[in-house]
């Protein structure tokens, strides 16, 4: 009997130690198909949390390592990681995983190398050729990447520069705007909560040594990611709110030396038009023009107008036709003069998936013209919103989560820069003749990602614009490798038509 109990308590260990087994193992299955349906859906954050957590209780579980490693080099955590990670993947899944070149190519894409992201979804069309099957999402890509490349190599008049810290943080920065009255930038961040993180309204001066830690503005309340949206009126010192009291209404609160009051409702009758959180008013506070997704497709531009006699808002109108599209419209900036309309729109043909654009005025057949990107450096293949001119019209602040973004969402002063024209000839002296079939870059100190760019003709000459005060990092590249760097000075204010001549030669 005695030996009859031992067994049976061995085989219940047993019993206990399988089932106890089996249920990691239903485990381990149940979380990778909730993975690999994320990834399919390219939600990546959520997709790489899952395959992390199947890594921490089953190490080597099926191809986990490699999803583990695509999914955080196509999320803010994996920007500075180099694309060779993936890459030690391909003698073993190059040929096994039919989407690898894709996803090489969206991380490619990601970190802006349009050549080498052509070239990986060329190498994936080429698979799916050959297997007999079709993905016009892949050719979309390849078109996209085209577009991007000219985007990069005629970058737009404009410089930018990404705040430093204190300003940025690891969380997301929101809707920043100058208030000239007391020389500082005010913003929504939701850094430093905790929970739902819900966003507050901050303030910074910039001193001697940059911008100041910022401060939070009391008093002013708290706000979700969708209604942290903010306007200054300059000319009475008003910092407008936006709440979701009575379906949609403005608040303002007034500057009063260096802090601001609680906020007051600004007009009761706004509420009645459903306004929604991204609204831009005027410095005249008698015209709102806020995104909606009351239009016929998406959110579109709508307007409201104060009426000067009885003092009654107008019943929200789509802003224009050539304005609103079947995609979507929202954040926008007027300029004081009301001549110039930016928004942002995810509208085909731009760079990401949110580009920023310009529409202007025309008085005399009282329409507005068709929307312009406002191309790189403004916009980038992620998202920009909240662009807004400062008093002088020719710089700003703007928000993107673009790469090298240190939260969410960063955000970005631009200014408006002249430009010179520069050219010159490259010579090869080991060859002892002119460098040809090649590139020339010029990369603004400011911003590498930016570069303006020529190719080097049959004859070793290079011609192209550049911004009229800048430092320059030269680069000059044969078949994708760097041959040589240098630096490049230019202080030029005498305008665009002025040339400079510079000469290269490599050792």
């Not at 959520?46 to 583990?68: C, M, N, R």
């Not at 060779?84 to 490619?108: A, I, K, M």
């Not at 503005?217 to 903010?230: D, K, M, Q, S, Y």
Request: hydrophobic share 35%; glycine share 6%; charged share 25%.
């Amino acid at each position: 009997m005695k030996r009859v109990a031992t067994t049976l308590k061995s085989l219940l260990v047993i019993v206990s130690f399988s089932a106890c087994f089996t249920a990691v193992g239903q485990k381990e299955v149940r979380l990778y198909e909730k993975a690999e349906a994320q990834f399919a859906l390219h939600n990546y954050e959520q997709a790489l949390g899952l395959y992390q957590e199947i890594s921490e209780i089953a190490p080597g579980y099926e191809d986990v390592d490699y999803k583990v490693t695509i999914n955080t080099l196509l999320t803010g955590a994996g920007d500075d990681q180099p694309v060779s990670q993936l890459l030690t993947f391909e003698n073993t899944y190059g040929d096994t995983d039919d989407h690898y070149y894709y996803w090489l190519g969206l991380v490619h894409l990601r970190r802006y190398d349009i050549d080498a992201a052509t070239a990986a979804f060329e190498r994936f069309k080429q698979k799916l050729d050959y297997t007999g099957n079709e993905d016009p999402r892949t050719l979309a890509l390849i078109d996209h990447a085209e577009e991007l490349k000219y985007f990069f190599e005629n970058p737009d008049d404009y410089e930018i520069h990404q705040l430093e810290a204190p300003v940025n943080s690891n969380a997301t920065e929101l809707t920043p705007v100058y208030f000239e009255g007391n020389k500082e930038l005010l913003f929504a961040s939701n850094r430093g909560k905790s929970g739902e993180r819900p966003f507050t309204i901050y303030y910074t001066k910039s001193g001697e040594n940059g911008w100041e830690t910022p401060v939070e503005v009391p008093n002013l309340g708290t706000f979700t990611r969708e209604n942290a949206n903010i306007e200054v009126v300059n000319e009475d010192g008003r910092l407008f709110l936006f709440r979701e009291e009575k379906g949609g209404d403005l608040f303002y609160s007034q500057a009063s030396g260096d802090t601001w009051t609680l906020p007051i409702e600004f007009d009761a009758r706004v509420s009645n038009n459903h306004l929604h959180s991204h609204f831009f008013i005027n410095e005249h506070e008698d015209r709102i023009i806020f995104g909606s997704d009351e239009g016929a497709d998406g959110l579109d531009l709508f307007e409201s107008y104060k009426n000067p006699e009885n003092g009654k808002w107008s019943k929200p109108a789509p802003f224009s036709l050539s304005i609103n599209s079947p995609y979507n419209e929202d954040s926008p900036y007027l300029s004081p003069d009301e001549q110039t309309l930016y928004f942002s729109s995810d509208r085909p043909g731009g760079l990401g998936e949110y580009d920023v654009y310009v529409s202007y005025y025309d008085a005399a057949t009282y329409s507005w013209s068709e929307p312009e990107n406002m191309g790189w450096p403004i916009n980038s293949p992620n998202k920009e919103f909240h662009f807004k001119m400062n008093a002088d019209q020719k710089s700003g602040y703007f928000v993107s989560n673009r790469l090298h973004t240190k939260g969410d969402y960063d955000i970005y002063f631009f200014w408006h820069v002249d430009k010179v024209k520069v050219k010159g000839r490259i010579f090869d002296q080991a060859a002892q003749a002119p460098l040809t079939g090649a590139e020339i870059r010029f990369r603004p100190s400011q911003y590498l990602d930016e570069f303006f760019t020529s190719t080097i003709d049959a004859s070793g000459y290079y011609q192209t614009d550049v911004f009229a005060d800048e430092i320059f990092k030269v680069e000059i590249l044969k078949d994708g490798k760097v041959l040589m760097t240098d630096k490049f000075e230019v202080h030029d204010s005498s305008g665009q038509n002025t040339t400079h001549i510079k000469d290269f030669t490599i050792e």
